[in-house]
Nanobody
Framework: QVQLVESGGGLVQAGGSLRLSCAVSGRTFSRLTMGWFRQAPGKEREFVTAVSWSGSTDYADSVKGRFTISRDNAKNTVYLQMNSLKPEDTAVYYC?????????????????WGQGTQVTVSS
């Protein structure tokens, strides 16, 4: 059983920064593709970014140039650095595990999910 625990969410003013962390246990982390999704009130959960086991990354157009995903295989942790935050970034952010080696933007491709962490950006 894979377990994911997110942390680092909070309240920040527009233009500010936050770093989310997701600690993973129960599986060989270095071979996993890791993704971040978010869900705003009344909206569907959407892809934000992902990093493959080899270090390849992909980003949603809405966050390119502002968000950076990274992973520390020694700590079994994936990070999401969020800069220049906007009110429209407000959402619950979820990390997720994909057993495949290729990055997918589709929710159904991900096998396990964390409980989510709230990010609120005030204007």
């Amino acid at each position: 059983q894979v377990q994911l625990v997110e942390s680092g969410g909070g309240l920040v003013q527009a233009g500010g920064s936050l770093r989310l962390s997701c600690a993973v246990s129960g599986r060989t982390f270095s071979r996993l593709t890791m993704g971040w999704f978010r869900q705003a009130p009344g909206k569907e959960r959407e892809f934000v970014t992902a990093v493959s086991w080899s270090g390849s990354t992909d980003y949603a157009d809405s966050v390119k140039g502002r968000f950076t995903i990274s992973r520390d295989n020694a700590k079994n942790t994936v990070y999401l650095q969020m800069n220049s935050l906007k009110p429209e970034d407000t959402a619950v952010y979820y990390c997720a595990v994909d057993y495949s080696t290729a990055i997918s933007k589709e929710r159904h491709e991900y096998n396990y999910w964390g409980q989510g962490t709230q990010v609120t950006v005030s204007s």
